[in-house]
């Protein structure tokens, strides 16, 4: 049986205390904090430019934060980078597995990098959930954008991660496919108890997929809760009015938006 | 370091010869067209001099075929690099649990692969061609052959730092490396017959030892035991250096967020 006790009180997975990053002089992460526990799914909104893929890169150890630490499953990024990416993985609209190898080849190769035990077998069941068997002899530059997502899920599976990070997963499927998407992240979430973090240009994905989001504006979160009651401690309808009005104007449940700083 | 690791990416990289057979004529092309060059030139030579300089001018064609001992080791450490970069796999290999030490090992298998396949048809070619037997070099090859691949290994590292760092914007740089090296590494030329100022700077670099044991072995039988000393010794430095580079290029890069964002330099 699941246990029922809250998420928060669960073990944290992945923890950013302090993250801040600049390019050029300009902060772009600004003094980001959270914790995500054990079977959570955690939601990076905001606008485009403000902060999300920057946060991933640095909990991925991608890029060095200027200042701040990373802590996956409780210990430093910085000198466990090896032992935490073997339990976490990644996903991104924007990179790619080798277009010129064949879905099963690069799924063979990763499955390899991950160390993942019986390959064949864990291959054959990632392609019937996400139900791609067809396009396992395709070659992998030759599929659909939609196609290419799904493939690149699951190579974000095949070490069955405790951690996985997924940047705009749904960026280019149709809504059918992003319906199927979302629910095999969701069961993956409930039956694995994996920990998500998630962004999304999508209202709709997040409220199906996070139980919790942080707005980031200009790099500063500047907002955070389960996405029914952000809705509701605001005075908007929905989450997307929540996000419209936090780009355009930093906040939304304060009565004085904060006047971003320089 | 974990040889599953390893064996994954050298695997990802033999699934592409497989796949696309068109990219070992590439291994082939060059080699066979310097080959055809360097042996018509050793035949012009023989010609017109005496039987004694004929005989030994064959090292010409010797020098070719251990050049591109070290050029395609080189090669082969950058293009699976680049491999990764064009088809936009590298941010997944980084954030896959693959030390850098793993990665660049399974550069290194290729680049071994690479010269195997290559050196095996020049030698061929060389001998049923232009009568070299590569042979003649007797257990001397295997020394020979294995600093040229250790060297050409530090340069690959060196060319792959500079695309780690600079991007497209050096690839035509990065490629030519190991021809900045060539004038000083005596590889058809003798160290005394350099001018004086080249002679200690050609001492410097691994290969040099190499290539003047190649031509005391055409021509005695016999090389000298500092020689090869020299070369390991310059070899074991390179790697070092190229290794530390490496790491320190591979920091720079995190800390300045240009994994990301590969193309922008
Ligand atoms: N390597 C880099 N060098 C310079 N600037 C960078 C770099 N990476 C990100 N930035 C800048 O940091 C800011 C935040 O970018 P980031 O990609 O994190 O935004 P995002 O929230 O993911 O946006 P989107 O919704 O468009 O994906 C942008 O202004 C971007 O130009
Ligand atoms: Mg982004």
């Known amino acids: ?262 | 370091m974990t040889l599953s690791v390893v064996g994954a990416l050298v695997r990802r990289q033999l699934y592409l010869y497989q796949r696309t057979p068109m990219r070992l004529v590439e291994l082939m092309f060059w080699p066979l067209v310097d080959l055809i060059i360097w042996g018509n030139v050793t035949v012009f030579i023989q010609r017109n001099s005496s039987a004694d300089f004929g005989a030994y001018v064959l090292f010409l064609i010797g020098a070719m075929i251990l050049w591109d001992v070290l050029f395609r080791a080189q090669q082969g450490v950058s293009i699976s690099f680049l491999e990764d970069v064009w088809t936009r796999n590298l941010l997944n290999i980084f954030v896959a649990p693959v030390r850098t030490i793993e990665y660049l090992a399974a550069t290194y298998a290729i680049g071994g692969l690479r010269i195997i396949a290559t050196f095996l048809v020049m030698s061929v070619v060389s001998r049923i061609g232009y009568g070299f037997n590569v042979l003649a070099l007797d257990w001397w090859l295997v020394p020979f052959f294995l600093n040229l691949m250790l060297f050409g290994w530090a340069l690959g590292m060196v060319s792959t730092a500079l695309f780690l760092r600079w991007g497209q914007a050096v690839e035509s740089l990065a490629w030519a490396v190991p021809f900045f090296i060539q004038p000083f590494a005596a590889v058809f030329y003798r160290v005394e017959d350099m001018p004086s100022w080249m002679q200690p700077l050609a001492w410097c670099i691994p290969a040099t030892p190499v290539f003047e044991g190649m031509r005391q072995v055409l021509q005695t039988g016999q090389a000298s035991a500092s020689l090869l000393a020299l070369a390991f010794a310059l070899n074991a430095l390179y790697l070092l250096m190229a290794g530390l580079l490496f790491a320190r290029v591979l920091h720079v890069v995190r800390t300045r967020g240009l994994l990301t964002k590969f193309a922008t330099q």
């Open chain 1, 1 to 262: 049986m699941r246990s029922i006790e809250p998420l928060s009180s669960r073990e944290v997975i992945l923890e950013a205390r302090s993250l801040t990053r600049a390019f050029g002089g300009i902060t772009v992460l600004d003094a980001f904090s959270f914790r995500l526990h054990r079977g959570e799914s955690l939601g990076l909104l905001g606008a485009n430019g403000a902060g999300k893929t920057t946060a991933m890169n640095c909990l991925l150890g991608l890029t060095t934060p200027s200042s701040g630490d990373v802590l996956a499953f409780g210990l430093p990024l910085g000198s466990h980078r090896i032992g935490i990416l073997r339990r976490t993985n990644f996903s991104s609209t924007y990179t790619a597995l080798p277009g010129n190898l064949l879905v099963e080849q690069n799924l063979r190769v990763f499955a390899g990098l991950y160390g993942v035990p019986d390959p064949a077998r864990r291959i054959t069941g990632l392609l019937d959930l996400l139900e791609i068997s067809h396009l396992r002899r395709r070659v992998t530059g030759e599929l659909s954008a939609g196609e290419s997502t799904r493939v690149s899920l699951a190579k974000a599976l095949l070490n069955d991660p405790e951690l996985l990070m997924l940047d705009e997963p749904t960026a280019s499927l149709d809504p059918d496919i992003a319906d199927k998407v979302r629910r095999v992240i969701r069961t993956v979430q409930r039956e694995r108890q994996v920990a998500i973090l998630y962004t999304s240009h999508n209202m709709r994905d997040i409220e199906e997929v996070c139980d919790r989001v942080i707005f980031l504006h200009r790099g500063r979160a500047v907002c955070e809760g389960a996405p029914a009651d952000i809705v509701a401690r605001s005075s908007r309808r929905s989450l997307e009015e929540v996000f419209i009005s936090i780009a355009r104007d930093g906040n939304v449940i304060d009565a004085s938006p904060e006047v971003p700083a320089s």
